[in-house]
């Protein structure tokens, strides 16, 4: 009886045979160019703000991007994933809004920076996905943000921000654009909420009388835009 032998090359033909390319990981990232607000006092406040990297809830601390079809269950993209960390991306964003809004007169990412900060801002992600139901597909976005005076560890603004967006072209990337628009509509109410609250802090003409709580919730909005 004759052995059969099978050279690599062969081997390799063989195998690949019948079967279609292996997909290309697509990357994606949330971007947008920051809205201008209206502000309570044209010039930055004389303050320094660390910028703290936000935290995440661990189901969303990965490069897969999640979807889900049920409030039970998550599922994660294979070849459509993040081109920056999750934590490194919304704060970068959070960076660049604070910066266009010109709210402080130095915002830092690191003690070591510069002057002692006045003012840490930190925050966590609570959820950064794509929600497909039946006949509609959403944007989801959650997080919480949170504004401590580090002189005494005072919160002087926290709020809690759960939106979401219909998506009418069922594809990742229109998902992607969708959430960026949410984050860039809860940072602009963000920035509002805290130019209130700094202008109560270095007594603004414009905010005598006004309260602003110092806790404030967004439950879940669908935006519409």
Known sequence: MRKRIVYPLALAVLLTAGCGSVPTKQYYV????????????PNPYPITIRLKE???????????????????QLKYYVY?????????????????????ANLASSIVRR?????????????????????????????????RINLV??????????????????????????VI?????????????????MDVKLAQEYGSKTTIGIESPVFEDSTIIEVDQ
């Open 30 to 41: 949330l971007n947008y160019l920051p809205s201008m607000n209206k502000r309570q006092n």
């Open 54 to 72: 936000f935290n995440i809830e661990e189901a969303y601390n990965r490069p897969q991007i999640v979807y889900r079809q049920s409030p039970f």
């Open 80 to 100: 459509r994933v993040w081109a920056v960390k999750p934590t490194r991306m919304i704060t970068d964003l959070v960076h660049k809004h604070l910066v266009s």
């Open 111 to 143: 003690f070591d920076e510069g002057q002692k900060p006045d003012y840490e801002l930190s925050g966590i992600i609570e959820a950064l996905e794509e929600y497909d139901s039946e006949e509609l597909w959403f944007a989801h976005l959650a997080f």
């Open 149 to 174: 005076r580090t002189g005494d560890g005072r919160v002087i603004y926290t709020r809690r921000f759960d939106l979401r967006k219909k998506v009418y072209q069922k594809e990742p990337e229109f």
């Open 177 to 193: 654009r969708e959430m960026s628009a949410l984050m860039e509509f809860a940072m602009t109410q963000a920035i509002h909420d």
